[in-house]
């Protein structure tokens, strides 16, 4: 148990449509990092959040975009979906920029 | 990031010890990292080495890092069916602001 929840579970749509996933920090944790791992492959750094401001981003395209709230927990928001969206996202956090990650248990996003 | 590269597969007996191997290629990695990911689950951090180490031991575990080869290995002693999974070698470094840069992962499949 990380401390780390995130939601939904899973979460079927389609091509075309937006998706928002939740992310809830362990506790005094600050720092949130997303990350998406499609099947058979290690996790790619989508973006960094660190007190609510983005310091920084992987090469992923401006239709993933992110937000971070006061109470550390933040949101994945992917727009215009594509069949390659479809993975498994993690949520990690830390207790600040470079301490060590802990990670939920992801979110899996199937897309039709 | 640049490339972390593992072998996909290695099978050990129970009781036998296990060696998961990683190479890496950026020479300013400041930390490297181990991580269990268990079938429909998240990543668990397992061990983690700052770059001026050579080894760490905790239990069953010991990290070894060549520096010099960009090689870093997961020894596990006495291997359990239970640490059947997938295993993750990462790096991190100041220049990616701390981003986790993962390989694809070695399943481990432990049998009786």
């Known amino acids: 148990e990380t401390g780390v929840t995130q939601s939904p579970t899973h979460l079927i749509k389609t091509r075309g449509q937006q998706v928002t996933l939740r992310c809830s920090s362990q506790s005094g944790h600050n720092t949130v990092s997303w990350y998406q791992q499609a099947l058979g492959q290690g996790p790619q750094f989508i973006f960094q959040y660190y007190r609510e401001e983005e310091n920084g981003r992987g090469n992923f395209p401006p239709r993933f975009s992110g937000l971070q709230f006061p109470n550390y927990s933040s949101e994945l928001n992917v727009n215009a979906l594509e069949l390659d969206d479809s993975a498994l996202y993690l949520c990690?956090?830390?207790?600040?920029?470079?301490?060590?990650?802990?990670f939920g248990d992801g979110t899996r996003l199937s897309i039709l | 990031g640049e490339d972390v590269e593992q072998s996909l597969f290695l099978s050990v007996r129970e009781g036998d010890s296990s060696v998961i191997n990683c190479t890496y290629t950026d020479s300013s990695s400041t930390y490297l990292y181990w991580y269990k990911q268990e079938p429909g689950a998240g990543l668990q951090l397992l061990t983690y080495?700052?770059?001026?180490?050579d080894m760490k031991q905790d239990q069953r575990l010991t990290v070894l890092l060549n520096k010099k080869d960009k090689h870093l290995s997961l020894r596990i002693a006495d291997t359990q069916t239970g640490d059947s999974a997938i295993y993750f070698c990462?790096?991190?470094?100041?220049?990616?602001?701390?981003?986790?840069?993962f390989g694809k992962g070695t399943s481990l499949l432990v049998t009786p």
């Open positions: 990462a790096e991190s470094t100041l220049e990616a602001g701390y981003a986790l840069n």
């Open positions: 990690a956090s830390s207790f600040q920029e470079g301490g060590l990650q802990h």
């Open positions: 080495i700052f770059s001026n180490m």
